[in-house]
């Protein structure tokens, strides 16, 4: 139900680890996908980064996720000895099957993970048809 649509996902995970992101050229950000029931789950690792920082946008049938992970404030007599934890811009696009729901997603942010829930459409659920014999109508029933 979901295509991965970035081919140079693992040239941009080197590249991550040069240079930081910015809101031209976003780091990607981890994720996972499965589907759950009637829905598919798309869950996003954004440890550090508050709610206030992510922004998820639907357009037809591309979602885009982006947060910006901003650096903790500090006192003026502190000095940096160890920085690893990337800070900066984080992207993701996802182009979404025409059989999910997209009118109907829900967003869950606990303990820096994303969880995006998106129904599967009515439309793409099994039907059973049922056969008329002679005269009668075929009549679709969901």
Not at 24 to 51: I, Q
């Amino acid at each position: 139900m979901l295509m991965r649509t970035d081919p140079f996902r693992e040239l941009d995970r080197l590249t991550q680890l040069v240079a930081p992101g910015t809101w031209t050229r976003p780091s990607t950000m981890a994720m996972d996908a499965y589907r759950e029931g009637d829905e598919y789950v798309v869950a996003f690792d954004l440890p550090g980064v508050s709610a206030d920082a992510i922004d998820i946008d639907v357009e037809r049938n591309m979602l885009t996720v982006k947060a910006e992970r901003r650096p903790s404030p500090k006192a003026d007599d502190v000095k940096m000895e160890l920085s690893e934890r990337p800070l900066g811009v984080f992207s993701r696009q996802i182009v979404l099957a025409d059989t999910l729901d997209t009118e109907r997603i829900k967003a869950d942010y606990d303990a820096g993970v994303l969880t995006l829930r998106i129904p599967i459409a009515e439309r793409a659920k099994p039907r059973k048809i049922s056969i008329g014999v002679g005269s009668s109508h075929q009549q679709i029933t969901g």
